[in-house]
């Protein structure tokens, strides 16, 4: 469905009226159930925008169809105070200053190819490289960097979907790749993103969101006692370069053992650098299935992660170095934010022992990945 002014109104009352139903207490301090839209400003001399999404409990996830990055998530404490428990950014133009990937939809190829190039049959193929010798997350202009079409999608929770033509030959990767994102907000306060794709040629895929998330809402405080669970009895140790050797290695009695909750301050000093790595899912991508639990006492909240991917990166934000001030005015630094990227190994063209990522033409690529916000009082 287009988008209309008249949509807008119509889904705002439709919604609105569902919420006070059952909230009348506090359907004066709820912000109204739907999706909104404002301009903010420009990118590559288009104009861009921000939607606004909100449930029934007042959650508020706000994102911008310039590189479909979601720029907030705001939910409530167990003090019943909000706060956006992501990274973000209140202006376009910090967006532009290329932070590392805050929010965004990563493709073609989310992680890293070795090399920056893989062969498909007999032909090779060159991609840009961004990460020295290596090729990361799409490349120099990646799906981070592009702007998006949006539609909001009717129905009885606020959706965005989100669309891109990559071209062939965009970044080195061959063919034409239509990509549809879809972002919902449901009333569950669950973040479900869809991601589907279609190629004319052989390619490549690997879609992801590239959140950084801190459950305190601050991120003054680092993520060092945030516990983390992960369903996974196995990860890829990586090279120097942080591309897969290709094995898979137990985690049993390795820092990367987080099949009980466990802090990641706890074993993170024995981790040269930290934790970069791809958890080999028990789940194996089979079907949608809870993969990880990140949770913080301090403010009671905690995060499901479910996907239908066979890997998750966890990144605790190693690169991250005070240069870039978040929409509540504080550095994010070093540990200040954590991602749990779901994802295809990183270097799988490469990797004929892991599971493919090459779409073909007439294939569908499809995968749901939901992030379900919880709060224990
Ligand atoms: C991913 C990678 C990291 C880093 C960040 C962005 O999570 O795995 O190595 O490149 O993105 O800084």
């Known amino acids: 469905?287009?988008?209309?002014?008249?949509?807008?109104?119509?889904?705002?009352?439709?919604?609105?009226?569902?919420?006070?139903?059952?909230?009348?207490?506090?359907?004066?301090?709820t912000p109204a159930a739907g999706i909104s839209k404002q301009a903010w400003g420009q990118a590559d001399g288009q104009t861009v925008d921000l939607y606004s999404l909100t449930n029934s409990k007042g959650t508020i996830v706000k994102i911008t169809n310039y590189g479909g990055i979601v720029t907030s998530f705001i939910t409530k404490d167990k003090n019943d105070a909000a706060s956006s428990i992501v990274v973000g950014f209140d202006s376009i133009a910090q967006y532009l200053q290329s932070p590392p990937y805050f929010g965004a939809i990563i493709g073609r190829y989310g992680n890293r190819i070795g090399g920056g190039k893989f062969s498909i049959g007999d032909q090779t193929y060159s991609l840009a490289t961004n990460d020295g010798a290596n090729h990361l997350h799409g490349g120099i202009k990646g799906f981070d960097k592009v702007i998006w079409t949006a539609d909001p999608?009717?129905?009885?929770?606020?959706?965005?979907?989100?669309?891109?033509?990559?071209?062939?030959?965009?970044?080195?990767?061959?063919?034409?790749?239509?990509?549809?994102?879809?972002?919902?907000?449901?009333?569950?306060?669950?973040?479900?993103?869809?991601?589907?794709?279609?190629?004319?040629?052989?390619?490549?895929?690997?879609?992801?969101?590239?959140?950084?998330?801190?459950?305190?809402?601050?991120?003054?405080?680092?993520?060092?006692?945030?516990q983390l669970q992960i369903d996974a009895n196995g990860y890829t140790p990586v090279d120097a370069g942080l591309i897969p050797t290709g094995e898979i290695k137990a985690v049993a009695g390795t820092p990367f053992d987080f099949t009980t909750a466990?802090?990641?301050?706890?074993?993170?000093?024995?981790?040269?650098?930290?934790?970069?790595?791809?958890?080999?899912?028990?789940?194996?991508?089979?079907?949608?299935?809870?993969?990880?639990?990140?949770?913080?006492?301090?403010?009671?909240?905690?995060?499901?992660?479910?996907?239908?991917?066979?890997?998750?990166?966890?990144?605790?934000?190693?690169?991250?170095?005070?240069?870039?001030?978040?929409?509540?005015?504080?550095?994010?630094?070093?540990?200040?934010?954590?991602?749990?990227?779901?994802?295809?190994?990183?270097?799988?063209?490469?990797?004929?022992?892991?599971?493919?990522?090459?779409?073909?033409?007439?294939?569908?690529?499809?995968?749901?990945?939901?992030?379900?916000?919880?709060?224990?009082?």
């Open 153 to 226: 999608v009717s129905d009885t929770v606020a959706s965005l979907s989100l669309h891109y033509l990559s071209k062939d030959g965009e970044e080195g990767y061959p063919g034409n790749l239509d990509v549809t994102v879809k972002y919902t907000l449901t009333d569950e306060d669950e973040l479900r993103i869809e991601y589907d794709a279609t190629t004319d040629k052989p390619s490549p895929v690997n879609l992801t969101n590239h959140s950084y998330f801190n459950l305190t809402g601050d991120v003054q405080a680092t993520i060092l006692d945030h």
């Open 1 to 29: 469905m287009k988008w209309t002014s008249a949509f807008l109104t119509a889904g705002l009352l439709v919604m609105g009226t569902a919420a006070c139903n059952n909230q009348e207490k506090t359907a004066s301090e």
């Open 262 to 377: 466990n802090s990641i301050g706890s074993r993170i000093d024995s981790v040269e650098g930290g934790y970069d790595h791809n958890w080999v899912l028990n789940s194996k991508g089979s079907s949608l299935q809870k993969v990880a639990t990140l949770s913080d006492s301090v403010s009671g909240r905690y995060l499901e992660v479910f996907t239908t991917e066979p890997g998750l990166q966890f990144y605790s934000g190693n690169f991250l170095d005070g240069k870039f001030i978040n929409h509540t005015g504080s550095a994010v630094k070093l540990r200040s934010a954590l991602c749990l990227e779901t994802q295809h190994f990183p270097d799988s063209p490469n990797k004929k022992e892991f599971p493919s990522t090459i779409l073909e033409p007439g294939q569908k690529y499809h995968s749901v990945t939901v992030y379900k916000v919880g709060v224990k009082k």
